[in-house]
């Protein structure tokens, strides 16, 4: 079974500078998908980043980068000048990619709070 | 605007009772989810359906029970089996069963006392 590990609750960065937000998965199959979502305190989820596991690269989208270590299954955050407005819940999530596997599987959330 | 609506934002209910929780999605997807989230925690799927007149369990299941008669409506019963149900309960949709991105309604808050 697919499991993601975050193992921070909660962070305080301050504004403009960079967070890295940690997360750790387990699998044994080879091919899958890696996601990040926010959920601001108003309780949706947007969806941020993808990160497939024969990717290449790293993705990238805007501001948030996903730094992608196969070797070590992780899939951290990069969120780059932080703002304000990036205070929210951040969930890491995994999804299998062969037919009929295809559910997301979340981990806790990191609380991230951006400090003025 | 397409999107996904859930209404109502809070729901209060006593024990015993079933509640119906509602999802819409004008996105022309067609797979929708379920989700249910506990605080400290992170989303735990427990209905999914591919396509109009099917659906399947997720990893909680026991205690709900859902509809997809149409295409845009995915309605999630929480009934009196359910042993704690008050939850935050999120939908979302994508475009097909297996589409990297899915896009998630707003929330319901679920009480029951």
């Known amino acids: 079974a697919q499991k993601i590990t975050q193992t921070q609750p909660g962070m305080f960065v301050q504004e403009k500078e960079a967070v890295t937000l940690d997360c750790t998965y387990d699998?044994?199959?080879?091919?899958?998908?890696l996601f990040w979502y926010k959920q601001p305190s108003s309780g949706e989820m947007i969806f941020l980043i993808y990160?497939?596991?024969?990717?290449?690269q790293n993705a990238t989208e805007g501001r948030y980068s996903l730094n992608f270590q196969k070797a070590r299954k992780s899939a951290n955050l990069v969120i780059s000048a932080s703002q304000l407005g990036d205070s929210a819940m951040y969930f890491c999530?995994?999804?299998?990619?062969?037919?009929?596997?295809?559910?997301?599987?979340f981990g806790t959330g990191t609380r991230l709070t951006i400090i003025p | 605007d397409g999107g996904i609506t859930q209404s109502p934002k809070y729901l209060f209910r006593k024990e015993g009772q079933n509640v119906t929780l509602s999802c819409e999605q004008n996105?022309?997807?067609?797979?929708m989810y379920w989700y249910r989230q506990d605080p400290g925690q992170g989303l735990r799927l427990i209905y999914y359906?591919?396509?109009?007149?099917?659906?399947q369990k997720g990893d909680i299941a026991e205690g709900y029970s859902v509809s997809r008669e149409k295409k845009e409506s995915f309605p999630l019963t929480v009934t009196s089996a359910q042993k704690n149900p008050t939850a935050f309960y999120l939908c979302?949709?994508?475009?097909?069963?297996?589409?990297?991105?899915?896009?998630f309604g707003p929330g319901t808050r679920l009480t029951v006392t």
């Open positions: 979302a949709s994508s475009a097909r069963w297996g589409s990297y991105e899915q896009y």
């Open positions: 699998t044994s199959d080879p091919s899958y998908g």
């Open positions: 990160q497939g596991s024969y990717d290449q």
């Open positions: 999530a995994m999804r299998l990619t062969n037919f009929g596997n295809e559910k997301l599987t």
């Open positions: 996105l022309n997807h067609d797979a």
């Open positions: 359906s591919q396509i109009v007149n099917d659906f």
